[in-house]
Structures are given as structure tokens and as C-alpha cells.
């Protein structure tokens, strides 16, 4: 005879064995993660991702700085909260919790309303597999991060209110594989001027001071400096392969179709998840390479358009889409 309630007992069972074996699968090392969970109150994702070694040396660095009240980050700019998968542990629990009592009520002879049960617990586990679903999608992946920095530096005052170009402080965007973080010198071109900003009054630029060693007051570089550590934001596994001038010089990619809206940030959030199908390879399998690219010349555009009707070489068909391409 069917038991419905058995069953399910038995689907719930084959739920939990799978999900811990693609957990343990994935995750690298949960016993520290779910630690860190607890410490940090960031998602299960989010922690998995700070497996990789670089991740884990910013979290450090992030622990060793003085404690700072960044409050204002998120009071200013609650528009960024809440992107990517977001913490679903408690949910997860949840859910878990009801898929179990409505188990065990079903389970009894008393039980009025098996069928109720049932569905409820049905939907715990639907619920579940939805959320599994999120979770292992965003293993490795780090949508949503954004760590508190140890100066308030905010892209909303200097690239959005102040008009500071990009490429002012990122400099290297243009020629080379990384953007790179400006030094704290860059910062002293208009800093050994403006000593108070409109949010965080002298406190925050005074640390600028302090890390190279500058005294304001007399001018002068008399004491020791010591490095700042900005924790790093975006990071791709080590074994992809991204170029920032490829795409900023000859590709023509402007920095927010990948970063963002980052003029309006306060704190630097990953705001795309930085896939390779939907994000990398979805960009290269639509866009068109530059035509007034003379590296390109030999793909004669104009006689493809009026021979051919082709409008553009899309990257896939330079190699955008070769797995050598991005993989080492
Ligand atoms: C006045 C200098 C300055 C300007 C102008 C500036 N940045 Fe930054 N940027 C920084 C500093 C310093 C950091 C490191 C601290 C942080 O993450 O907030 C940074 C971090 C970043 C990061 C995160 C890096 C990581 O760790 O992954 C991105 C992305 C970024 N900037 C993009 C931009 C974009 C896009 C613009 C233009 C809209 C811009 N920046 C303008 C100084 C600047
Ligand atoms: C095609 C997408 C794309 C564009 C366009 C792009 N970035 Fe990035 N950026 C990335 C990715 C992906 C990473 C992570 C790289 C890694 O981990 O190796 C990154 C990392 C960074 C970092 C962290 C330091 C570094 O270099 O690894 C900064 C700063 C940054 N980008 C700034 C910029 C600025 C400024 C622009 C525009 C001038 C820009 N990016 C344009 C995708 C892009
Ligand atoms: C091109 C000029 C320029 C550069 C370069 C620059 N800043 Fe600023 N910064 C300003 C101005 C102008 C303000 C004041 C904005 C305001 O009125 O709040 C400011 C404000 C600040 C504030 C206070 C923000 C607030 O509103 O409380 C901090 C902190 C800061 N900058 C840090 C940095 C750091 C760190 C760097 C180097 C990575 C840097 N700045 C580079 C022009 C600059
Ligand atoms: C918004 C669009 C866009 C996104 C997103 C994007 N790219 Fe690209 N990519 C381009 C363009 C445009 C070019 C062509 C540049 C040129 O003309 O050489 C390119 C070229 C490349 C090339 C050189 C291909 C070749 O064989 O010439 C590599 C490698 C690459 N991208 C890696 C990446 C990786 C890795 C990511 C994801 C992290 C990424 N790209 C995301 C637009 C994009
Ligand atoms: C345009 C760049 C690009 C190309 C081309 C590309 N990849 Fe990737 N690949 C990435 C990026 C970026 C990641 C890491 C981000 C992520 O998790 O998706 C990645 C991740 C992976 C992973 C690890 C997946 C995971 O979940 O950890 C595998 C395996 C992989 N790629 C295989 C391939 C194979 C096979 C090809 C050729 C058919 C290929 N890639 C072509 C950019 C690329």
C-alpha cells in the first residue's frame, strides 16, 4: 500500500544524503567556513568563495585592521544591498525544520490531516532544492561581496560628486592585465589640499596621512609609513585568464558593463556575477570587435557588409569563445 508520508520520509532522506555529498563534493573546507558564517554573518556562497587562498589573506588583513564604524557605507547607499544569492542559512534551517515536523505529525496515527502534511512538507523540500540550487550555483562565485575597507573610500564622492575620471587612479586599465589600486601618493595629489570631506569630516582622510607617515601640520613625511592593505574585491579563480586592456583598449568595454554602476557606490560591491557562460561568454558571443581597429583591418568590414550582409565579427570568432583563450 502507498504511505504517502513514508515516502516522503524517503524522498527527504535521498534529499539530505545528496546535498551533503555535493557540499562535501564542493565545499573545500566547511568545518572553517561555517565558522566564519557565524563570525561574519556573510552567505554560505560568499564563504565558500573565501576558501581560495587570496580570499582568505584579505579576510585576514580585514580582521587585523582597527575596528572602523563603515555604518555610513550602507546607510547612504542601500540601493547595492542585496545583490547576489544573499544569506539563505537561515531559511535553509527553516525549511529543514518544517520538512521535519511535518514529517513526524504526518507520521502519527492520529494525524487528522496527513494529506496537509504532506504538501507542507513537499513544499519544505521544493523550497530546499531551490535553494541548493542557488547556492551551488554561486559556489566560487562571489556576487554580492563587499568588504568593508580600512579607509571610507567612496567612488560615489570622487568618481560620481567630484567627476574623478577612472583612469586617473586606475591607470593601468588601458595597457595592462590588471587596473591596479592607485598607491596612496595618487590620493595625496589632492590630499595634501582637502583635509575634510562632507560625510566622514577629517577622520577618514586623516588616516591617509597616517599610513604614509604625513604629518599635515608641518608638511612634512616625518614619520614611518606603513602599507595599507585594501582588501581585494573581485577575484577570479586562478585558473581563468583576464585582461584588462584587451577589453578596455581594444575592446572598447566600458568599465560599468562589467563593474557596474560604481560612480554611485560607496563601498566597491561585485555587482555582476562574473560567470564564464553568462557573463564572459554571452558578452562574446553578441559583441562586435572594434572596426576601426587597424589590428583588424584584413576582415575588410565594409566589403562583408555590402557583399555579405555580415554587420559584425563577433568575438567567439577571433577565439573569444577557445578555451585556451581564458584558461591557462
Ligand atoms: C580617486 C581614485 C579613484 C577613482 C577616481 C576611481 N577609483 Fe576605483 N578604486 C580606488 C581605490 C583606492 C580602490 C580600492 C578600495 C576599494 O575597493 O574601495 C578602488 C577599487 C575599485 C574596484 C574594486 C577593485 C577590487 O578590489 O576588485 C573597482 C571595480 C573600481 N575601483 C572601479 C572603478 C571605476 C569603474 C571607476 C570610475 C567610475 C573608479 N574605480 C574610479 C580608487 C579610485
Ligand atoms: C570585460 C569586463 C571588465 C571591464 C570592461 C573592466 N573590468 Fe575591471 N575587472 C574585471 C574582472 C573580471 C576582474 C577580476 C580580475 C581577476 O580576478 O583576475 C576585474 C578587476 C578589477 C580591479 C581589481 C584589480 C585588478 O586589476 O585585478 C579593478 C580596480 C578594476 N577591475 C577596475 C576597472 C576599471 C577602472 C575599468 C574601466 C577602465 C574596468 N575595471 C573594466 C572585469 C572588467
Ligand atoms: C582628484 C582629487 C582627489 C583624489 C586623487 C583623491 N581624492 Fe579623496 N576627496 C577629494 C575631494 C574633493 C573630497 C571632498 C569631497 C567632499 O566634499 O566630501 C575627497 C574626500 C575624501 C574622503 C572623505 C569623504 C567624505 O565625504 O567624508 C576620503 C576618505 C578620501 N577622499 C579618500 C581618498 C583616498 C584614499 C584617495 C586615494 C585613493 C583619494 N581620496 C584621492 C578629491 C580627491
Ligand atoms: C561586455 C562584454 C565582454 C565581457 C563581459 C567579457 N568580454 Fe572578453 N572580450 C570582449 C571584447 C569586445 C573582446 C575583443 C577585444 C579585441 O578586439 O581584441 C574580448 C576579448 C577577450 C579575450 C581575447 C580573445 C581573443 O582570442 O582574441 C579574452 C581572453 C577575453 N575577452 C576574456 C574574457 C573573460 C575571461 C571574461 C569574463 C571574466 C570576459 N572576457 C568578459 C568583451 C567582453
Ligand atoms: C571567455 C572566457 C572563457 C572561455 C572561452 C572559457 N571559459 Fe571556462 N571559465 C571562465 C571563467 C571566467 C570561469 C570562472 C567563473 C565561473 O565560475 O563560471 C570559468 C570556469 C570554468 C570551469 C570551472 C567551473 C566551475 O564551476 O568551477 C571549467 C571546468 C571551465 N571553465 C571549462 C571551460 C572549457 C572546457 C572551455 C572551452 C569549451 C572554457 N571553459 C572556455 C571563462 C572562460
Known amino acids: 500500500m502507498f504511505k504517502p508520508i513514508n515516502s516522503m520520509t524517503k524522498i527527504g532522506l535521498i534529499m539530505l544524503l545528496f546535498l551533503s555529498v555535493s557540499v562535501m563534493a564542493s565545499g573545500k573546507n566547511m568545518g572553517m567556513q561555517s565558522v566564519a558564517v557565524q563570525l561574519s554573518g556573510t552567505t554560505l556562497s560568499q564563504t565558500m568563495a573565501t576558501a581560495s587562498t587570496a580570499q582568505a589573506a584579505a579576510a585576514k588583513a580585514e580582521k587585523q585592521q582597527p575596528a572602523v564604524s563603515h555604518a555610513d557605507y550602507d546607510k547612504i547607499d542601500p540601493e547595492f544591498k542585496g545583490i547576489g544569492p544573499g544569506n539563505n542559512t537561515v531559511p535553509f534551517i527553516i525549511a529543514l525544520l518544517v520538512f521535519a515536523l511535518a514529517t513526524v505529525l504526518g507520521r502519527r496515527k492520529k494525524c487528522k490531516m496527513p494529506k496537509v502534511m504532506m504538501l507542507v512538507a513537499f513544499l519544505a523540500i521544493a523550497y530546499i532544492g531551490k535553494i541548493t540550487y542557488v547556492e551551488a550555483r554561486a559556489l566560487g562565485r562571489q556576487q554580492g561581496y563587499a568588504p568593508?575597507?580600512?579607509?571610507?573610500?567612496?567612488?560615489?564622492?570622487?568618481?560620481?560628486?567630484?567627476?574623478?575620471?577612472?583612469?586617473?587612479?586606475?591607470?593601468?586599465?588601458?595597457?595592462?592585465?590588471?587596473?591596479?589600486?592607485?598607491?596612496?601618493?595618487?590620493?595625496?595629489?589632492?590630499?595634501?589640499?582637502?583635509?575634510?570631506?562632507?560625510?566622514?569630516?577629517?577622520?577618514?582622510?586623516?588616516?591617509?596621512?597616517?599610513?604614509?607617515?604625513?604629518n599635515p601640520k608641518t608638511m612634512q613625511y616625518d614619520k614611518p609609513a606603513k602599507p595599507i592593505k585594501w582588501v581585494k574585491v573581485h577575484n577570479l579563480p586562478d585558473h581563468v585568464y583576464f585582461n584588462h586592456a584587451q577589453h578596455v583598449q581594444a575592446g572598447k568595454v566600458k568599465c560599468q558593463e562589467c563593474h557596474g554602476p560604481v560612480e554611485k557606490m560607496n563601498r566597491v560591491v561585485e555587482y555582476k556575477e562574473l560567470a564564464m557562460g553568462d557573463f564572459c561568454l554571452d558578452c562574446h558571443r553578441k559583441r562586435g570587435i572594434d572596426t576601426s581597429n587597424p589590428y583588424y583591418k584584413h576582415y575588410k568590414f565594409k566589403e562583408l557588409k555590402e557583399k555579405q550582409g555580415i554587420d559584425k565579427i563577433t568575438v567567439d570568432k577571433i577565439g573569444g569563445a577557445d578555451c585556451s583563450s581564458c584558461h591557462y
Open 148 to 214: 568593508v575597507q580600512p579607509i571610507w573610500f567612496s567612488h560615489k564622492v570622487h568618481a560620481g560628486q567630484n567627476g574623478i575620471d577612472c583612469e586617473y587612479c586606475h591607470v593601468d586599465a588601458r595597457t595592462s592585465r590588471h587596473a591596479g589600486v592607485p598607491s596612496l601618493n595618487v590620493c595625496m595629489n589632492c590630499h595634501n589640499q582637502v583635509h575634510k570631506g562632507s560625510v566622514s569630516g577629517t577622520k577618514e582622510i586623516a588616516k591617509i596621512y597616517d599610513y604614509l607617515g604625513y
